[in-house]
């Protein structure tokens, strides 16, 4: 967090020589150095809590978005009263092109990012052909992953992992996973993923692993699926090999060929 506020401060600090000619700049801004600019943009972004929601199911209306490149829209939308994507201030982002220019790094360097892109989980009935529209705004959003810093990737549910359906599952993950990479890769801090599964005994559960390295997909996938509250569930033994299966289904197309 340091690190990411420290290079934007450093950012800042550029671009106040670079904007020294343009004629349509904040007089207010000018009077303010660097340091306070970015102080009061902590202030006015911050959510609470500090968690930016993107569910990539729904178009985001245009009074909603921070960035022409992380909306999503290529379908109308019929009014947001109940808009799964909770607002962000984004009128303060719009007051001018410096404080837009200046403040968005910020919006999302001081805010987590959850993502919710459920490919395994069963089309809406009101939004037909849903996980391709899902993945292609999970591809858009991956081109921007300079720009973020700590992802959650929730990628819905699965089937049964007793009776999980494999050919499913590859083909609806390997879609996804040129995406993971490239967020794996630009993302300055954490991208971890996550989704649901059924479990016989315990209901449902989740599966959640980071994947900067092999090591944390195995470290989050060998040591059990969990229930809310963090408790490892009990698996029986089909469901144990199942869960093995695909730890090393998702190690593989993550890492194969990686030096």
Request: hydrophobic share 40%.
């Amino acid at each position: 967090m340091e690190d990411s506020l420290a290079e934007s401060l450093r950012t800042l600090a550029i671009d106040e020589g670079e904007n020294a000619s343009n004629t349509n700049r904040c007089l207010l801004l000018e009077l303010l150095p660097a340091e306070l600019r970015l102080e009061i943009y902590e202030l006015a972004l911050r959510m609470d809590p500090p968690v930016i929601t993107i569910d990539l199911r729904y178009p985001t209306p245009p009074h909603r978005q921070t960035s022409p490149n992380l909306t999503c829209p290529d379908r109308p939308h019929d009014g947001d009263q109940h808009h799964p994507n909770p607002p962000i201030p984004t009128a303060f982002l719009l007051t001018c092109h410096q404080i837009h220019h200046e403040a968005s790094p910020i919006l999302y360097a001081i805010n987590k990012i959850h993502i919710h892109a459920p490919i395994f989980t069963p089309k809406p009935r009101s939004h037909l052909d849903n996980s391709g529209i899902v993945l292609e705004r999970l591809h858009r959003i991956a081109h921007l992953a300079h720009l973020l810093t700590n992802i959650t990737l929730s990628l819905g549910r699965l089937h049964s992992l007793g009776s999980i359906r494999w050919m499913d599952f590859f083909t609806r993950w390997n879609a996804a996973v040129p995406a993971i990479k490239a967020l794996r890769e630009g993302v300055k801090g954490e991208v971890e993923v996550e989704f649901q599964t059924v479990l016989g005994k315990a209901g449902v559960v989740w599966l959640r692993f980071g994947v900067g390295s092999l090591e944390e997909v195995e470290r989050g996938l060998a040591g059990g699926v969990r229930v809310r509250g963090g408790k490892v569930a009990d698996m029986d033994e089909r469901e144990g090999e199942r869960l093995g299966a695909l730890r090393r289904t998702v190690g593989r197309t993550l890492f194969e060929g990686d030096g």
